[in-house]
């Protein structure tokens, strides 16, 4: 039985940083109380400060792994509630152009394919099982007080509004801001006069258009899942089609600023004629008109460097959205959520017999975070930095990288191993770092020479 290192945990934010992380909390707090500004649904439903939870996610299979270490059988429950198995890359056409089709190899990977508003519920759901965790709705939380001087800053409470009531408080041993934008943290150091975390950005001002429609009867493919990629820097589209619960297809198209509005079913299909290739438009030829296109926008991915910091005060950490914010088309946001997630119920669990075991806690999180967001980042950002208008510092050695991308694409179409590596990075089951190992780069180089 795990042993209870406070009487309290307050998590700000019910996404899926939040949950998950109230889920890793529940076996070291006698209480957990969620604090979320959105009327939290009963149903599976979107959440109004959430609209970009009605555009195609995924649930990598290192974010599945990562919910099933704090929720045993996590993907049994999400795959009864309706999410669909998908065989990574056995299911998934990945178009790439100007590289040979993805061979479609069964190694074994699986991931769950669902709309968000559904991984949600059955991540609340596992949430409140555990007995002690309660999740307060419409909830607005102002400020984290502190006790002890400002340079030696305990947390103390959590004040927060319920509609027009007076504020309320949280007595808190540890506070998790898992809010999206992290305000709440960067707030609470300010007040204190202590250093704000360094920050890197990536402006890529991308905005997305999603259609939602029914699967078409009797339709024969040979996969499940659809990328088509972009063609930098002559074509900026790309999009993705995954299935989802209903027998429904999500369908996104991301866009950097040249399609215009797309605002109709027409107008939505004539954007993925423009696409590199026509496999989204011949699939969606003959599905149904859906009800409306939804629209999203994202400006910049940002990495808030809470690790580099000296210290923190104790009793608070930062997750999710707050400490990092992904460009959301590489679906990497959940799932690196979740496994940060994971990481904190590692660090409690370690630092159990610790003379002050939050504070081991919190130093093993800011030890080790890094290493989890380092590979999403990465890709992301190597992806993004192709195209001539993303602002952001490009790192010196960015023409090499792109070389190295190009020799890797064309080394997968050959090589099981190197496109076995290359799957198990991109969905953050082993990090960056094992596409720069000798024995991965031989086979690269030794691929590209026999071409």
Request: hydrophobic residues 45%.
């Amino acid at each position: 039985m795990s042993r209870k290192l406070g009487r309290r945990a307050v998590v700000v934010g019910a996404g899926i940083g939040g949950l998950s992380a109230a889920g890793a909390l529940a076996k070291y707090f006698d209480q957990v109380d969620i604090l979320e500004r959105d009327h939290t649904p009963l149903s599976v439903e979107t959440r109004l400060g959430t609209p970009q939870d009605r555009h195609a996610h995924a649930l990598l299979a290192g974010g599945l792994q990562a919910l099933n270490d704090i929720y045993p059988n996590f993907d049994r429950d999400l795959a009864a509630a309706g999410a669909v198995a998908v065989n990574v890359p056995a299911d998934v056409r990945y178009e790439t152009p100007g590289f040979s089709e993805r061979p479609q190899r069964d190694f074994g990977i699986a991931m769950l394919s669902a709309s968000r508003p559904l991984i949600e519920s059955v991540l609340r759901r596992r949430t409140l099982a555990a007995g002690n965790v309660a999740l307060w709705s419409n909830c607005r939380v102002t400020e984290i007080q502190q006790r002890g001087s400002s340079a030696a800053a305990i947390v103390q409470t959590v004040q927060f509004n319920i509609g027009a009531e007076s504020a309320r408080t949280l007595k808190a041993d540890l506070v998790i801001d898992a809010t999206g934008r992290g305000a709440l943290a960067l707030g609470f150091l300010r007040t204190l006069g202590w250093e704000q975390p360094p920050e890197t950005r990536i402006g890529v001002d991308i905005s997305y258009a999603t259609a939602v429609t029914p699967i078409p009867a009797n339709l024969a493919l040979g996969w499940k899942l659809a990328l088509t990629l972009p063609d930098p820097p002559s074509q900026p589209l790309n999009a993705v089609l995954l299935p989802a619960e209903g027998d429904r297809w999500m369908v996104s198209i991301a866009d950097r600023g040249t399609a215009g509005w797309i605002d109709d079913w027409n107008s939505f299909l004539d954007a993925l004629g423009r696409l590199s290739s026509t496999t989204l438009r011949d699939a969606l030829q003959h599905a149904q008109s859906p009800p409306a296109i939804h629209h999203y926008r994202f400006t910049a991915s940002t990495w808030k460097h809470y690790e580099r910091l000296p210290r923190l005060p104790r009793g608070i950490i930062p997750l999710g959205d707050a400490f990092c914010r992904f460009n959301p088309i590489y679906g990497q946001g959940m799932s690196a959520a979740a496994q940060q997630s994971r990481l904190l119920q590692t660090a409690l669990a370690n630092a159990a017999n610790e003379l002050d075991p939050l504070v081991a806690a919190q130093a093993s999180v800011m030890s080790a975070v890094g290493s989890i967001l380092q590979t999403p980042w990465t890709m992301a950002a190597n992806s993004d930095y192709e195209f001539p208008q993303t602002q952001g510092t490009r790192p010196d050695n960015f023409a090499k990288a792109r070389g190295s991308q190009e020799a890797l694409f064309r080394a997968i179409a050959s090589d099981a191993i190197v496109h076995r590596a290359f799957v198990e990075v991109s969905h953050l089951l082993q990090p960056y770092s094992l596409l720069r190992t000798p024995a991965i780069r031989e086979r690269i180089e030794a691929a590209v020479a026999m071409r």
